[in-house]
């Protein structure tokens, strides 16, 4: 956000991009990757798909004698990283760069899905903050018809969230993507 303005962009081109790029620069997924390489950054770890792995990955490359590694997160990050990091004596310095939140009007839109095309055959889900912010409602709206509805997980850790919330989970994408999630969802309903 802070490169969107012309003037910034100029600046970071001319003569920030270069010192960023000399530095290892890591992401989890392939999204957060296309993120950094439109900034002109080459990124590491894009093929991960979780914190767990991407660890180990950092903790392969990196010196431990190194400053330490910056760590933007969101407010409610799980702690896989920055122990694993830790534990293996890889610095590490987090800074919080933004506060997950619900949708104001997600109650109000899953009430009109439901309302409109009555309960899924399947719902994906994204993120553990997905779960934690939808399930109640979903619950509430699907009543009784909620054991037949498929639950599908975009990686291992949301999987986690749903198995932790009592839901079965019916399938778990190999792979933190779009495609593989709905070959999974596909696998799944047949």
Known sequence: MCLEAEE???EWNSSVKEKWNSKSIYVVGRATAALVRNLGLNPLGEDTGTADVLSRLIIEREDRNIPPLFFPCGSIKREVLPTALRENGVPLETLTVYQTAEHPDLEKNLKNYFTEQGAPASIAFFSPSGVKFCLEVVRRLSGEQLPQIKFAAIGPTTQDAMIAEGLCVSCT???????????AIAKSLH
């Open 173 to 183: 994408a190999e792979q933190p993507t779009a495609e593989h999630l709905a070959a």
């Open 8 to 10: 910034r962009r100029e």
